[in-house]
């Protein structure tokens, strides 16, 4: 992948929104971003720029890449306010749905703005994000990310559900500390009480983390 093509550009009625691709390091991410927008020119001056997506970088990281967008390229930052209702993925029984088969390895990323459904495993550094539900028909053991434009009845599942982070809407859980044994029935993990429960047929209501 070149650098240029680790950044994707979705426009919106409301604005612009940035996606970063593939896990690269910040300058890596930075670098192409500033490629993009030098090839780019005068295009995108006096856009409204809603976000830049990018599970990779920190809080502090993704402010330096929207001053460098702002201040150097003239677009303007939109705040979300309550005004602005993005359109919530609702088809999470019904919705258009994703198939991949293979096996994701660290530093791949699928996302995908409906369901996701993987036939393979999501292995650690690997990371998967749907608007919708996400299902892993092997083991999920990196980023799971479902309900990613904020549906919190979406649910993440797996034959062995053991994710480094978890996050349903913006509801986030992270795996214990301790290693727990592998479930050796498919489990489900669902927001309950704006906390990330996991269910499996035979242990049901468990929190993530609880043994």
């Not at 500033?34 to 976000?51: P, R, T, V, W």
């Amino acid at each position: 992948m070149t650098n240029q093509s680790l950044i994707e550009f979705k426009g919106t009625k409301d604005g612009l929104v940035i996606k970063v691709k593939e896990n690269q390091d910040f300058q890596n991410i930075k670098s192409a971003l500033i490629a993009h927008f030098e090839k780019a020119g005068s295009f995108f001056k006096g856009a409204n720029l809603l976000d830049i997506e990018c599970p990779y970088i920190n809080e502090e990281e993704r402010l330096a890449l929207k001053t460098i967008v702002m201040e150097k390229y003239d677009l303007n930052f939109k705040e979300v306010t309550e005004d602005f209702k993005p359109e919530i993925f609702q088809g999470l029984k019904e919705g258009m749905t994703k198939f991949h088969s293979g096996t994701l390895r660290s530093g791949q990323v699928l996302s995908y703005e409906g369901n996701l459904v993987v036939f393979g495993d999501v292995n650690p550094g690997a990371v998967v994000k749907a608007y919708g539900n996400i299902i892993v028909l092997g083991s999920l053991r990196g980023i799971a990310h479902a309900g990613a434009n904020g549906n919190l009845d979406a649910i993440v599942s797996a034959h062995v559900l053991n994710p480094t982070q978890l996050r349903i809407g913006d509801i986030i859980a992270r795996s214990p500390d301790e290693k727990l044994p592998d479930s050796v029935n498919p489990e489900v993990a669902k927001v309950k009480n704006q906390s990330v429960y996991v269910e499996s047929n035979y242990n049901k209501g468990k929190k993530k983390g609880e043994k």
